[in-house]
């Protein structure tokens, strides 16, 4: 099946400090990659929509200079958290979508943000 | 953003029952998705629906794509405690690289 990694797993860092996630796909080249948050107990929301080799599409609400997006190959997309605060602490996924005309989604694992 | 309307929120029941959970929308969907995550990790695939009327099962799980492309069902036949987790689904609007709109989940607690 096709397999999504994040990293870090987990990461705590500073107030004012910025933290960079990678998604990747490991047995498929993903055109389009997805970012999530998600606060305990409550659903997925989407934060961006990252499309190989062009600029991320960010939804309402989602500071495009906050959380960049970066999807420079097939394969990889990074989001950068940039000058954390602690009410960006959170759970973050990554989804990718594969190319051949495949409709479902595949995440990653998350990768669990603390800042203190 | 819109979002699915899934039921139930939760669930506790025995082990070995059957469950039943459901999701409904007021728009049209073009796929259904269904996923369970287990607690600190990502969603995991379980169904994917790509038809109207559309009847799929993988292993003791078993979801359709409703009619009106508005709704959608996962049941789980005998339960087990592995079963515990969240499971959410998921719809497409459009084909293509579009993003999906999921339901707030249903928590499963199963009772050896």
């Known amino acids: 099946g096709a397999v999504v990694s994040q990293h870090p797993s987990r990461v705590i860092c500073k107030s004012g400090t910025s933290v960079k996630i990678e998604c990747r796909s490991l047995d498929f080249q993903a055109t389009t990659m997805f970012w999530y948050r998600q606060f305990p107990k409550q659903s997925l929301m989407l934060m961006a929509t990252s499309n190989e080799g062009s600029k991320a599409t960010y939804e309402q609400g989602v500071e495009k200079d906050k959380f960049l997006i970066n999807h420079a190959s097939l394969t990889l997309s990074t989001l950068t958290v940039t000058s954390a605060h602690p009410e960006d602490s959170s759970f973050y996924i990554c989804s990718a979508l594969g190319l051949a005309g495949r409709r479902e989604q595949f995440f990653g694992p998350g990768t669990r943000l603390t800042v203190l | 953003g819109q979002q699915l309307n899934q039921s139930p929120q939760s669930m506790f029941i025995q082990e070995g029952e059957d469950v039943s959970m459901n999701c409904t929308s007021s728009?049209?969907?073009?796929?259904w998705l269904w996923y369970k995550q287990d607690p600190g990790e990502g969603p995991v695939l379980l169904i994917a629906l790509y038809k109207a009327g559309e009847l799929t099962s993988n292993g003791r799980l078993t979801a359709q794509f409703g009619i009106t492309r508005k709704d959608s069902f996962l049941n789980i036949s005998a339960s087990i405690p592995s079963d515990v987790g969240i499971y959410f689904c998921a719809g497409q609007l459009l084909s293509g690289n579009t993003p999906l709109v999921f339901g707030k989940g249903t928590r499963l607690s199963v009772i050896a």
């Open positions: 728009s049209i969907f073009n796929t």
